[in-house]
């Protein structure tokens, strides 16, 4: 009886360790699992300047390393911002500015893919207005549409109309959104002037309904309107997540730039014959065409350029009460690292 008694205390600290060794074999995995799972938040996915984000996905890359990346779509970058800040996603592929922004709030986000070193976006005037709009310095008591207040569209816009002399207080804020609510702002009336990217931009100029009044999809459009490149176009995440899933991350961003580089190495036409054909809304032909106008926004290599966050941090400390008082306390090296994308294979695919 004792013996028996003894025997059943004795296994009594053997079955728990089993079990706690087992849960915590349980906990590893799925903790395992939830590494190569990533979710990312694109701020409006069939939009040319985050082409990248499902062109990897079309091409087949994430699943080429290993990772199950889950593409979901937001259409205001500062929406997209804050479902990363409730950790509902662990990345966002959205303009760099956001992670100066964010680090005045006391949060760490970093692009650890610079995918764009221009903002790819278009100041687009309604054609019947486009006589009295010839500049920011006209946007006094005008209409402006950006895709959200407090989006990248809204940034850009508060700097050009300062640079112009006009106090941002002095024009009305329109959210107007992308693509068809974009397109209905400027027929209909609701803004004078916008914000807006390709394929939007095609449609309005194809059908004369709009005329291009600046013109960032280029670096010279960007120098003259911006004063220096404007890194814009990037997969950010957490700090916190990226040093506690560096090996997630680093499939990511192979993958992403394993894509950048074949976009690099291929015509616009073939770039557009990727992606999903109900991104062309009826007209292939304007849809790739909408891409050769932006595509020289793209790095090749994912590299941010070493001269591109002091112009972003200027642009931002110009008119942004966030920014302007703690400009001097910004550290940029803390917005971005280079470190995965100088890891990811060299080699273009053909």
């Known amino acids: 009886m004792r013996i028996t008694r003894t025997l059943a ?12 060794g087992a849960c915590r074999s349980q906990q590893k995995e799925a903790a395992s699992g939830q590494a190569d799972s990533v979710k990312i938040m694109v701020g409006g996915i069939d939009k040319v300047i985050y082409l990248p984000a499902k062109l990897t996905e ?14 979901l779509t937001e259409p205001a970058g500062a929406q997209a ?3 990363l800040l409730s950790g509902d996603v662990q990345g966002v592929v959205g303009f760099y500015d956001h992670t100066i922004d964010l680090q005045t709030k006391g ?3 970093e692009s650890v893919v610079q995918l764009a070193d221009v903002p790819g976006e278009v100041e687009v005037v309604a054609a019947d207005k486009a006589g009295s709009i010839t500049g920011p310095k006209d946007f006094a008591g005008k209409k402006l549409g950006v895709t959200s207040p407090g989006s990248s569209t809204d940034f850009l816009t508060r700097y050009l109309a300062t640079k112009g002399g006009v106090d941002p207080s002095r024009y009305t804020t329109v959210k107007a959104g992308a693509g068809q609510t974009f397109v209905a702002a400027i027929e209909n009336g609701g803004i004078d002037a916008g914000m807006t990217t390709d394929p939007t931009v095609a449609r309005l100029l194809s059908t004369g309904k709009g005329k291009v009044l600046l013109d960032m999809r280029t670096k010279e459009g960007t120098q003259a309107a911006l004063g220096g490149l404007y890194p814009a176009s990037s997969l950010y995440m957490d700090c916190a997540y990226v040093q506690g899933h560096a090996e997630t991350v680093q499939k ?6 394993r894509t950048l580089r074949w976009i690099s190495t291929h015509q616009p ?3 557009a014959a990727k992606m999903p054909a109900d991104y062309a809304a009826g007209d292939s032909k304007l849809y790739a065409k909408s891409v050769a106008d932006s595509i020289g926004m793209f790095t090749p290599d994912g590299v941010m350029p070493t001269d591109g966050p002091p112009t972003v941090l200027n642009v931002l400390k110009a008119f942004s009460e966030n920014v302007r008082p703690k400009a001097d306390s910004i550290d940029l090296a803390k917005t971005y690292t280079t470190d995965f994308v100088k890891k990811a294979p060299a080699k273009a695919d053909s």
Not at 58 to 71: N, S
């Open 58 to 71: 079309q091409l087949g890359y994430f699943d080429a390393e290993g990772v199950k990346v889950q593409l």
């Open 107 to 109: 949060k760490c986000i």
């Open 252 to 257: 990511v961003a192979n993958a992403f730039v």
């Open 269 to 271: 036409d073939e770039v």
């Open 81 to 83: 911002e804050n479902v």
């Open 9 to 20: 205390l004795l296994t009594v600290p053997i079955l728990a360790a089993t079990a706690l």
